[in-house]
């Protein structure tokens, strides 16, 4: 029997020494703020055993790791009909991209990239006012989590609230299309409040783990989708979930995952665990430098892919 817990600390020990590589994004004021130096794992498995090393309790921001469980909470409330606002593809783009937009007509290319993301809180958001649509966000992840201490960073929410232009240019071009059914700002005051989502890893992995395990929390028995649900919503993060950097991490890490600028990325391997990473400083992908080698490694040393 491997033991994981040695695993999980030895990849953290081993990596440790480079914490600090990579740039802490900046251009969401608050999270410049961040300590460099933090780095975090979490490994839940389906069995419910809990491995965790370093900063794995410390809550971050979990920025666009949040479009995961907004997907969850979207296809649970319109079903299929969300890929009428939505594509399925890889973008190929940078997160904050705007340039396919036009030539897809107001149709993001998928639910991850921030265009996408905005799309489904549109849908997230129908016959609700915003602070109703947070309220429901909040306790879907302490339902998923199976835990009361989850909150939103006011702080971090009002930063990317007074700086978002992007989002804003973004979502007012859907809404030219028609593509958009609520007022820009409307949509973004639940979008940049889901994005400050803070939780730790051990949090995120719990949140995580329906998605190892065919559609249900066996830590909770909650059906929380159906089991091709579960393996829809992992072909897309496999596909989708770094960004333009998603064929290089399933070709180095082969597990569905969601990265965030916050550093954090929440990686699926099905039938056998939720793992959530933290560590600030960002590849040119905008992804978890220190986070992708960890779960990189932690592949390598268990043999979880889907490949
Ligand atoms: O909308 C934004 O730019 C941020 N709230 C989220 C971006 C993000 O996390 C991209 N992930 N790597």
């Not at 020990?13 to 914490?19: I, Q």
């Not at 969401?28 to 090393?53: R, W, Y």
């Not at 400050?196 to 066996?218: E, I, V």
Request: net charge neutral; charged share 20%.
């Amino acid at each position: 029997m491997t033991d994981l817990q040695a695993i999980v600390e030895e990849i953290h020990a081993s990596l440790s020494p480079r914490r600090g590589k990579g740039k802490v994004a900046d251009y969401i004021p608050q999270l410049a703020h961040v300590d460099p130096q933090k780095f975090g794992m979490a490994v839940v498995t389906v069995d419910g055993e809990t491995h965790l090393a370093g900063d794995a309790e410390e809550a971050f921001s979990i920025q666009s790791i949040s479009k995961v469980f907004m997907l969850t909470l979207g296809l649970g409330k319109h079903g299929e009909g969300i890929w009428k606002r939505v594509g399925r593809e890889p973008s190929g783009s940078a997160f904050n991209s705007i340039v396919q937009l036009e030539y897809e007509a107001g149709i993001p290319r998928n639910p991850f990239i921030n265009a996408g993301a905005i799309a489904i809180t549109d849908l997230v958001l129908a016959g609700h006012t915003p602070k109703e649509a947070i309220g429901e966000v909040v306790r879907f992840l302490r339902y998923l989590a199976d835990e009361e201490d989850i909150t939103i960073d006011q702080a971090v929410a009002r930063s990317e609230q007074a700086t978002g232009f992007r989002n804003v240019a973004l979502a007012n071009f859907m809404r030219s299309y028609g593509k958009l059914d609520h007022a820009a700002e409307l949509v973004l005051g639940v979008y940049f409040h889901q994005c400050a989502l803070a939780m730790s890893c051990r949090q995120l992995a719990r949140a995580g783990l329906f998605l190892a395990n065919s559609g249900t929390n066996p830590l909770t028995g909650h059906r929380v989708v159906s089991h091709l649900r579960a393996r829809r919503i992992n072909a897309l993060m496999l596909t989708c979930g770094h960004y333009d950097g998603s064929g290089d991490f399933a070709y180095r890490v082969g597990l569905p995952g969601k990265s965030g600028v916050g550093g954090g990325i929440l990686a699926v391997a099905p039938g056998k665990a939720s793992v959530a990473v933290w560590s600030p400083g960002l590849n040119e992908n905008g992804n978890s430098l220190l986070g992708s080698l960890a779960l990189e490694m932690l592949a390598a040393r268990t043999g979880w892919s889907v490949f």
